[in-house]
């Protein structure tokens, strides 16, 4: 890979903000330099709404899920009153981490001193801290972080003085109406850890140039029609009559569509990515998510979750039926893992240099622009 002197000047990307097919791809640094992840977490993750779940995994009082997101710990947790809440994970005294993974508590304890806190945040408990002189506990609660929900769907920023999340996701909620996602039900969730930098993950996501080569004995080719977007999103549309959920084998077996679709999405499913590094695919009878978690400029944690509407899950023969769903994500998705880490290694070369897009890659430009919109700026 060519030394750079300063990645940041914008002359360097100027064949990256070219039309679709005359333009090039990031140059590798954007995928293998420390500086320019770096410069990625601070002026675009952490400025920006971050989805991180569905509120119906932390469905009651108590439930919590404590979580790394851009190298800051945090946690989500639904109080006593039913509200779902984000604090920053670290005790008002010292600093530990005061909750480790998910799962119900009545208080949060200091594992370090025993400071105590209530759902709501509020530091309840002080043991030993009666002698400290001025010490008003009503100003060492917990430290809460901005939460809000679409359709179920969890966003977190830790930007405060941001646009809310609705103006965030523009027209999209409007797109996805029909599918009645606030109705659905988080029944599955898979991580990887994979050595490729978040970037290749979401590309490869995002487009249908690979689908023949990489799944040609899994999903085979996919033909998509690219979205107008409104929002801090792009997406494309694939016409199909039958779900994608399944692999073709299984198709005789699909769970009845959503008999809210409108007309469109009746005849086919959507595939998005709400920036900075979340892909969506809304098809007639589910949906699913892929969210890319960066952890290092080569390494992304990927979190696949599936979601189908509570009509669904509640058919008795729901537990049977939906092996099939799993093994089509099962088969697929590790071919795509195989190939973005593949893709790491070879943009890593001293010789990787950008390239250039085919029609069917779109989507892979607007991503481009949209970190280099940001990072930047």
């Known amino acids: 890979m060519a030394v750079v002197e300063n990645m940041f000047d914008p002359t360097l990307y100027s064949k990256v903000r070219l039309p679709p097919l005359e333009a090039e791809t990031m140059p590798p640094w954007c995928y293998t330099s420390p500086e320019f992840y770096r410069r990625e977490i601070d002026r675009m993750f952490k400025k920006v709404w971050n989805f991180i779940g569905r509120e119906d995994e932390i469905p009651n009082p108590g439930d919590y899920k404590a979580l790394d997101l851009f190298d800051e710990p945090i946690i989500i947790l639904r109080d006593k009153a039913g509200q779902l809440r984000a604090f920053a994970n670290t005790c008002r005294h010292r ?31 002080t043991p030993g801290m009666e002698q400290t002189l001025n010490f008003d506990k009503k100003q060492y609660g917990l430290i809460p972080l901005r939460l809000e929900t679409w359709a179920g769907f969890v966003f977190v920023s830790f930007d405060e003085k941001g646009e809310s999340l609705l103006e965030y996701l523009g027209d999209l909620p409007e797109k996805l109406a029909s ?17 490729c930098n978040w970037k290749i993950y979401l590309e490869n996501a995002m487009e249908e140039y690979h689908t023949a080569t990489v799944h040609k004995t899994s999903i085979g080719k996919q033909i998509t029609i690219r979205e107008d977007s409104h929002g801090a999103w792009d997406g494309m549309f694939m016409p ?33 990515v709400i920036y900075p590094s979340t892909f969506f695919a809304a ?29 669904t899950v509640a058919r008795p023969d729901f537990d049977e039926k939906v092996r099939a769903y799993y093994q089509r994500w099962d088969k697929a998705l590790p071919e ?33 622009n949209w970190v280099l919109d940001k990072v930047l700026a």
């Not at 779900?243 to 005849?267: H, M, Q, R, V």
Request: glycine content about 8%; hydrophobic content about 35%; some cysteine.
């Open 283 to 311: 098809t007639q009878d589910c949906i699913w998510w892929l969210q890319e978690f960066p952890t290092a400029p080569n390494r992304t944690t990927i979190s696949i979750g599936s979601c189908f509407p509570r009509s």
């Open 240 to 272: 199909q009559k039958t779900t994608i959920a399944l692999l073709p084998e299984d198709l005789a077996n699909a769970f009845p569509p959503i008999p809210t679709l409108d007309s469109k999405a009746a005849g086919g499913t959507y595939f998005f």
């Open 336 to 368: 795509d893992n195989a190939i973005s880490e593949l893709q790491q290694e070879g943009i890593s070369s001293s010789y990787s240099r950008a390239g250039r897009l085919s029609y069917q890659e779109p989507v892979v430009g607007d991503i481009a």
């Open 179 to 195: 599918h009645r996602l606030e109705d659905m039900v988080c029944v599955r969730r898979r991580e990887y850890d994979l050595a």
């Open 95 to 125: 600093g530990t981490r005061l909750l480790q993974g998910s799962g119900n508590c009545r208080v949060i304890s200091c594992p370090y001193h025993s400071w105590a806190y209530a759902l709501n945040g509020d530091l309840i408990g």
